[in-house]
């Protein structure tokens, strides 16, 4: 069975500290990915990765950094927390070379910074 | 403007209804489109691919048309376990666009 797991549900942190969410996915998968996800906005690509060490900015990377060290393991961090990150994050992956092949979610994290 | 546009909604439905959802993207060049749905408080989940000839799955359909740039998803005999968001989603050159979804809630 698929499965994509994050290291957290529910996450409070302080502005200004550095956070870290971390992302494990056990299928194999080439392609892994960060969004966040807030009402009436859908779901936003943060940044995503296509192989061990490699990594793309998506459409809002500006606050974020990535690092996938291992092919199964792709983490998020956030330098200095800011209020306007508090957010759902989602992790994804997926298999093969096209993008748009079906994604697999974590259960999300809910990130709350204050 | 939007790449992915959807009405929020909600759709309040009865049991036993037919729904149909539209979605339309600004992105001519898309050559992917898939239906995600969305549980509240858990992550989305493919529930189908759109080909261009229309798709097909138990109590769902979907079409796509290319000229005018939308997606359809149509429930037929709604469940009460069909209650989630729903999500248009365009495969785009490395990555997959999200809509911001349309919520359906069905009661008895």
């Known amino acids: 069975d698929v499965k994509v797991t994050q290291s957290s549900r529910y996450l409070v942190k302080r502005t200004g500290e550095k956070v870290f969410l971390e992302c494990v996915q056990d299928m194999d998968h080439e392609n892994m990915f960060w969004y966040r996800q807030d009402p009436g906005l859908g779901l936003r690509l943060i940044y995503f990765?296509?192989?061990?060490?490699?990594?793309e900015k998506g459409d809002i990377p500006e606050g974020y950094s990535v690092s996938r060290e291992k092919k199964e393991r792709f983490s998020l961090i956030l330098e200095s927390a800011s209020t306007n990150q508090t957010s759902m994050y989602l992790c994804?992956?997926?298999?093969?070379?096209?993008?748009?092949?079906?994604?697999?979610f974590g259960p999300g994290t809910r990130l709350t910074v204050t | 403007r939007k790449e992915v546009e959807q009405d929020p909604g909600p759709f309040n439905v009865p049991e036993g209804a037919t729904v149909a959802f539209n979605c339309t993207y600004s992105?001519?060049?898309?050559?992917?489109f898939f239906w995600y749905r969305q549980d509240c408080r858990k992550e989305p989940k493919l529930l189908m691919s759109?080909?261009?000839s229309g798709n097909e799955d138990g109590r769902f359909t979907a079409q796509l048309n290319r000229a005018s740039q939308y997606i359809s998803l149509l429930i037929r005999d709604s469940k009460l376990s069909d209650s989630a968001t729903y999500l248009c989603v365009l495969g785009g050159y490395n990555k997959l666009i999200f809509g911001a979804g349309t919520r359906l809630a069905v009661h008895p």
């Open positions: 992105n001519s060049a898309s050559q992917s």
């Open positions: 990765s296509y192989d061990v060490k490699m990594k």
């Open positions: 759109v080909y261009s």
């Open positions: 994804a992956s997926s298999f093969g070379q096209e993008f748009s092949y079906e994604q697999y």
